[in-house]
C-alpha cells in the first residue's frame, strides 16, 4: 500500500529525547489529601481481588486444569482474561507509587503462574481469549472476518491481549521482574510470525476490530529491546482509515467509538516520540484538540453511549445515562502526557488537573474502592460502583491502573530544571540532581502550597501557574516575597542555590467561575478553581449504587428523572455565579444563595463531584429567564411524559453499530457492515446480522423497527428464533427522515423462554437494513 509505504518513511529517523521528562513513580511519594485516600483505597480493593480466578482464563486456555473458577461478568462473556492483563499493571505501578512488599508478591506470583502457562503453549502465545488458539491460526491463514467489535467471532481478541502484553511490560519497567520481560519478548515474536505472512491490506482488514493499543505497545517493546522489527510491527498495526485525516487536520470523530479510537493515536504519539515525527505529533495534538476543546464536558471526560457526538450538539450528553465512560479518561490522561512530554504546553496540564480531580478521582467509591463506568451528565440521575468478586467490566481494569499513577504528573524535569505541575500533597526524590523535596498542601481545601527542601543543590524551581487563578499566583522564599521570571510560558521561574530548608509558599487564587456546554447551549457547570461542583439530587427514591453481574449491569438503569425537575437558574443575564457564595465552615461547600432556581426548593448546596457519591445529582446547570422557562416547561414536560410512555412499554432496545448494545445482545452476522448517518448509527448486510433480545416472559410484543427513508429497494426477512416474523422491502416514500415500523409477534414465537433471537437475511442480490435501532415493545 502506497499510503502504508510513505507512512514507513516518515518513521526512518533518528529518535531524540523528550522536551520534558516525568519522574518514576518510585521517585515521588503521595502523604495526605484525597488522591493519597485513593491510593490507599485502590491497594485495598486490588488485594481483595483473587489472582487465581484472574488467571483461570489463562489456565484453561493453556490446557491445564482449573484451579478454581473464573470471574463472572465480562471475565466469562467473551474478554475473559483482559482484567488479568490489567491487574498486572496495577500491581506493578502501584508497587512503584507505594512501596508495599504484599503487592509485589502479588505480582510475582501472577508472572510465575502465567510464565508456566506461556511455557505450556509452547510458541510464545500467553492469552485467556476462549478458543484463542484457532482463531489465531485462521488469521494467521488470511482468513480475517472483521467487524467493528468481533473478529472472527471474538469478541475484540486483540483489544483483550494488548492488556496481556502491557501488563508484561509493566511488571518488567515498574517492578523489574525480569521474567516479565521475557514473556513479553516471546509474545511479541509470537505476535510477528503471526502477521508476517498477511498483506498490509489484510492487516489493515484485520484493524477495523478494536484493537486496543497495540501500535502503543510495540512500540515501547521496541524501545526496551532496542530491535527495530518491533518498530515496524507497531506501524503495521496503525489503522490509516483512522491516521490519514487526522494528517490532514481533518475532524472525521462523529459518531466513532471513542475509546476504540484514543488508543490508536496513543500509539501515534507514542510512535513520533520514538521517531521525531513532527507530522504525527501534530496529528495526534490535533485529535487531542478536537476532543478536549470540543467534545468533552468539565469533568474532563468524553462520549455518550462510549462514542463521539456532533461537536456542535451535546444535547445526548444531557438526556443519555450513558455519559462519559472512564476508559476514555484514562487514556486521554495518557495522550495528554506523551504530547506534554514533547511540548510542556500549559494547556496539557489544564486539562490533566481538571480531569485528574473531577473524573479519574470520581470515579472511585473512596470507602469500598468501587469503580465507576458511565458518569451521566444527565441531571438527577446517578452512578453504579463495581465490585471485586463480580463486576469485571473495562472500566475496572483501566480503573484499577488510575488510582495507582496519581504520582506521575505532579513533578517534572529537564537538564537542571525543576517543574511543579500539581498542587498535590507529596515528596520529591530527584535523584539525577540529588534533589530532595516535600510538597506540604491541603489543595483544593485551601489556596497554598508549601514546598520546603529536604536536600538542596543548584538548579530552577518552576511552579505552574494555573489558568483558573483569579489573579497572580505569590511565591515568597523564606516569609519574604521573592522575584521570578517566567522563562516557561506557565510556570513561574526561580534559578538559585537552594538549601537545606528553604521553604518557598505558593497561594493560588481561587474563584467560583461558569463554564458553558461546549456546543453554546444555555447549560453551565459550576467550578471552583479547577474543581467541578454538583448539587446532590432532591429526588428521594430507593437506588442500589452496587452494580450486580449481569451484562449491562454497569448501567445505572434506574428510573430518570423527569427533566422538567432540572434545577434551573432563572435570571435575565447568566450571572448567576454572583450569586453563590461559600459555606462557612465546610471546605469547598458553597450555596446558591438567593439565586432564584426552578425545578427544586430552597437554595442548592453545591460540593466537589469527586466528594459526591451514593446519590442523585446535577453537575450542569440549566439558565433561562422567566419567560422562556415558562414556555421550556410545557414542552419538556410533554416530552417527558412522551419519553416515560415509550420507556415503559420498552422491554429491551438495541441501537446497531453502537458497541455496548450489540455485545449486550450476543451480535453476530456474516457479510455485515457499520456506519453513522445523521448522527444515528446504523447496521446492514448482504448476508445475515442478529441480536438476542430479551423478553423477561412477558407475551402480547410488538418489534418495532428504524429505517432511513433514502434505504430503498431493499429487501429481506425478519425472522425470530428461525421463523418468519416479516418480508421487509424499502421503499423511498418516507424521504430523507428516520421513520419506524411496528410488528407484532405471534404468541408461539414468544412461548421460547426470556429471550428470542432476532436475525436479518438479506435477499439474493439485495441489503437487509440498514436498521436504526430495535426497539421489543408491549403493544399497546
Given amino acids: 500500500m502506497k499510503a502504508l509505504l510513505s507512512l514507513c518513511m516518515l518513521l526512518l529517523v533518528l529518535p531524540v529525547s523528550a522536551a520534558i521528562d516525568t519522574f518514576a513513580l518510585n521517585q515521588v511519594r503521595l502523604h495526605s489529601g484525597p488522591f493519597y485516600q485513593a491510593q490507599q483505597t485502590n491497594i485495598g480493593y486490588l488485594m481483595a481481588m483473587n489472582p487465581d480466578r484472574l488467571l483461570a482464563p489463562y489456565r484453561r486456555e493453556a490446557g491445564l486444569p482449573p484451579l478454581t473458577d473464573p470471574y463472572p461478568n465480562w471475565e466469562s462473556s467473551g474478554l475473559d482474561g483482559h482484567i488479568g492483563g490489567h491487574y498486572l499493571s496495577a500491581l506493578a505501578l502501584m508497587y512503584s507509587a507505594s512501596g508495599e512488599p504484599q503487592l509485589l508478591e502479588r505480582l ?43 473478529l472472527n467471532k471474538q469478541w475484540v481478541p486483540w483489544y483483550n491481549l494488548h492488556k496481556t502484553f502491557a501488563g508484561l511490560h509493566d511488571a518488567y519497567v515498574y517492578a523489574g521482574n525480569q521474567q516479565a ?7 511479541s515474536d509470537w505476535a510477528l510470525k503471526l502477521t508476517s505472512q498477511l498483506s498490509d491490506q489484510q492487516l489493515q482488514q484485520m484493524l477495523i476490530t478494536e484493537y486496543g493499543g497495540m501500535n502503543d505497545i510495540l512500540a515501547k517493546v521496541a524501545k526496551l529491546s532496542g530491535d527495530d522489527k518491533y518498530l515496524q510491527l507497531a506501524l503495521r498495526f496503525s489503522e490509516l482509515r483512522i491516521m490519514q485525516p487526522l494528517l490532514q487536520q481533518q475532524d472525521v470523530l462523529d459518531g466513532l467509538h471513542a475509546n476504540t479510537q484514543i488508543p490508536k493515536i496513543i500509539g501515534m504519539a507514542q510512535l513520533a516520540s520514538q521517531t521525531n515525527n513532527d507530522s504525527w505529533y501534530q496529528a495526534a495534538d490535533f485529535f487531542w484538540q478536537q476532543v478536549v476543546n470540543k467534545r468533552s464536558v468539565a469533568i474532563g471526560g468524553n462520549s455518550v453511549r462510549e462514542h463521539f457526538h456532533p461537536s456542535d450538539d451535546f444535547s445526548s450528553m444531557l438526556t443519555d445515562v450513558e455519559g462519559p465512560e472512564t476508559c476514555n479518561t484514562y487514556n486521554m490522561l495518557k495522550l495528554t502526557k506523551l504530547l506534554y512530554q514533547r511540548t510542556p504546553e500549559p494547556r496539557y496540564m489544564e486539562y490533566y488537573e481538571r480531569a485528574l480531580y473531577n473524573h479519574i478521582l470520581s470515579s472511585q467509591h473512596p470507602e469500598h474502592g468501587g469503580l ?21 467490566w473495562c472500566c475496572v481494569g483501566s480503573g484499577i491502573e488510575n488510582h495507582a499513577k496519581y504520582g506521575e504528573m505532579i513533578y517534572a524535569h529537564k537538564g537542571d530544571q525543576l517543574y511543579v505541575n500539581l498542587f498535590v500533597d507529596s515528596s520529591l526524590n530527584w535523584q539525577q540532581q540529588a534533589v530532595k523535596l516535600r510538597q506540604t498542601t491541603a489543595f483544593p481545601d485551601q489556596d497554598s502550597s508549601l514546598i520546603t527542601i529536604e536536600q538542596g543543590g543548584k538548579f530552577g524551581l518552576n511552579i505552574r501557574e494555573p489558568q483558573w487563578a483569579a489573579a497572580k499566583v505569590q511565591l515568597t522564599l523564606n516569609g519574604k516575597a521573592v522575584k521570578f521570571t517566567s522563562t516557561t510560558p506557565g510556570y513561574l521561574s ?17 474563584q467560583t467561575t461558569l463554564e458553558q456546554l461546549p456546543d453554546n447551549s444555555k447549560h453551565y457547570a459550576i467550578l471552583h478553581g479547577p474543581i467541578v461542583l454538583a448539587a446532590r439530587s432532591q429526588w428521594q427514591d430507593k437506588l442500589s449504587f452496587i452494580a450486580d453481574s449481569s451484562r449491562m449491569g454497569h448501567i445505572a438503569s434506574g428510573e430518570q428523572c423527569p427533566v422538567d425537575q432540572t434545577p434551573t437558574f432563572i435570571s435575565d443575564n447568566a450571572d448567576f455565579v454572583r450569586h453563590i457564595k461559600p459555606v462557612a465552615g465546610k471546605p469547598l461547600t458553597f450555596t446558591s444563595g438567593d439565586a432564584v432556581l426552578a425545578g427544586v426548593e430552597g437554595p442548592l448546596e453545591l460540593v466537589p463531584f469527586f466528594r459526591l457519591h451514593d446519590s442523585r445529582y446535577t453537575l450542569y446547570f440549566p439558565h433561562s429567564n422567566a419567560g422562556q422557562w415558562q414556555q421550556q416547561q410545557h414542552l419538556l414536560r410533554q416530552q417527558s411524559q412522551l419519553d416515560s410512555q415509550l420507556a415503559a412499554k420498552t422491554i429491551d432496545m438495541i441501537r446497531p453499530g453502537e458497541q455496548q448494545p450489540e455485545a449486550d445482545h450476543q451480535f453476530a452476522g456474516e457479510k455485515t457492515e457499520a456506519g453513522v448517518h445523521q448522527g444515528r448509527h446504523w447496521r446492514h448486510a448482504t448476508g445475515w446480522f442478529s441480536y438476542r433480545l430479551n423478553t423477561g416472559g412477558q407475551q402480547a410484543l410488538q418489534l418495532r423497527l428504524t429505517y432511513f ?59 437487509a437494513g440498514g436498521i436504526y435501532e430495535v426497539r421489543l415493545m408491549q403493544i399497546d
Avoid: C
Avoid at 502465545?125 to 488469521?139: D, F, N, R, S, V
Fill in 108 to 150: 510475582n506470583y501472577m508472572i510465575n503462574e502465567l510464565h508456566s502457562y506461556q511455557q505450556k503453549h509452547g510458541d510464545g502465545y500467553l492469552g485467556g481469549i476462549p478458543g484463542g488458539k484457532a482463531t489465531w491460526q485462521q488469521i494467521s491463514q488470511g482468513q480475517i472476518d472483521a467487524d467493528l467489535f468481533v
Fill in 181 to 187: 520481560k521475557q514473556m513479553l519478548l516471546r509474545l
Fill in 372 to 392: 465507576v463506568y458511565f458518569t451521566p451528565m444527565r441531571p438527577n440521575h446517578y452512578r453504579v460502583y463495581s465490585s471485586p468478586e463480580h463486576t469485571m
Fill in 494 to 510: 526561580l534559578q538559585r542555590q537552594w538549601r537545606k530548608g528553604d521553604k518557598l509558599a505558593i497561594t493560588l487564587p481561587m
Fill in 709 to 767: 427513508g433514502a434505504d430503498s429497494n431493499r429487501h429481506f426477512q425478519v425472522l425470530l428464533n428461525n421463523q418468519l416474523l416479516a418480508d421487509v422491502s424499502l421503499t423511498d416514500e418516507q424521504g430523507d427522515n428516520f421513520y419506524h415500523i411496528d410488528y407484532p409477534i405471534p404468541a408461539r414465537l414468544l412461548n421460547t423462554g426470556d429471550s428470542i433471537e432476532l436475525k436479518f437475511v438479506a435477499a439474493p442480490g439485495s441489503v
